[in-house]
């Protein structure tokens, strides 16, 4: 039986900080052009709400599996056998990712996800001890 490796995700500021500065900056114009409490309470409860979910962000490889879990609003289950392909990418397209340093994983026939885990040398080492087949592309370093 093999290990258990559970990544989670890196939390990128490229994300982050504009995140919190646009929705911070519309939670202060309620609270101090309209003087709404209740407003001002709940758009800092729906950005709270987006950083839980951002952090929430696990990858799971349970012995043959790459679980990707999105807090409670996205879970997928793929085969390791199923990859193909790694590469590293900062494709900015929508996906269970925090960060924009990101792997595109490619799996199965057209099968593609895009995560961000913190240790991604980590991650790749653990997908290739399971499936050596999987052909890894890392960015030119500059």
């Known amino acids: 039986m093999k290990e258990s490796f559970h990544f989670r995700t890196k939390l990128g500021l490229e994300l982050v ?3 919190v500065v646009v929705i911070g900056t519309v939670a202060a114009l309620a609270l101090f052009e309209s003087h ?3 407003i001002f309470s709940m758009i800092l409860l729906f950005l709270g709400s987006i ?3 951002m952090y929430d962000t696990t990858y799971k490889i ?3 599996r790459l679980i990707i879990r999105f807090s409670i609003l996205y879970r ?3 085969s390791i056998q199923e990859i193909k392909r790694i590469k590293e990418t900062n494709n900015p397209l929508s996906s269970p990712a925090a960060s924009l340093d990101r792997l595109d994983i490619r799996y ?3 099968g593609s996800v895009l995560i961000s885990p913190k240790d991604k040398q980590a991650f790749i080492d653990a997908i290739i001890s399971i499936n050596p087949q999987v052909e890894v592309i890392y960015k030119k370093k500059k």
């Open 17 to 19: 900080i504009p995140l």
């Open 108 to 110: 199965g026939k057209s």
């Open 76 to 78: 997928t289950s793929i």
């Open 36 to 38: 709404s409490y209740f």
């Open 62 to 64: 349970d012995q043959n």
């Open 51 to 53: 950083l839980f979910l």
